[in-house]
Nanobody, 121 residues
């Protein structure tokens, strides 16, 4: 079971990026898929999640209204569309598969390797 993230990069404040999380060896539809991020010197924090049962989407206060999570069943991929990015969004972003609760890192059993997002002024 593996997760691979892609789509990170460097953008200016106000810009957008779309991150992808692709699964191999298992079906993402069966699991809660979460996005987390970790900035240097900070704890890993939840960003967004999408449930495996009904595709309910979860966001934190800092990402609600700016980020959108979605699934592509045919590609076994979950996306995180990130708009209106600001320097506080700079971090390594990880996707993970688990059973919940959405923003509890210990509830996830498969993690990707992470992708760097850097937002500059």
């Amino acid at each position: 079971e593996q997760l691979v993230e892609s789509g990170g990069g460097s953008v200016q404040a106000g810009g957008s990026l779309r991150l992808s999380c692709t699964g191999s060896g298992f079906i993402l539809d069966d699991w809660l898929i979460g996005w987390f991020r970790q900035a240097p010197g900070k704890e890993r924090e939840g960003v967004s999640a999408i449930s495996g049962s009904d595709d309910s989407a979860y966001y934190t206060d800092s990402t609600k209204g700016r980020f959108t999570i979605s699934r592509d069943y045919a590609k076994n991929t979950v996306y995180l569309q990130m708009n209106s990015l600001n320097p506080d969004d700079t971090a390594v972003y990880y996707c993970a598969a688990g059973s919940g609760p959405p923003f509890v890192a210990g509830a996830y059993h498969v993690w990707g390797q992470g992708t760097q997002v850097t937002v500059s002024l």
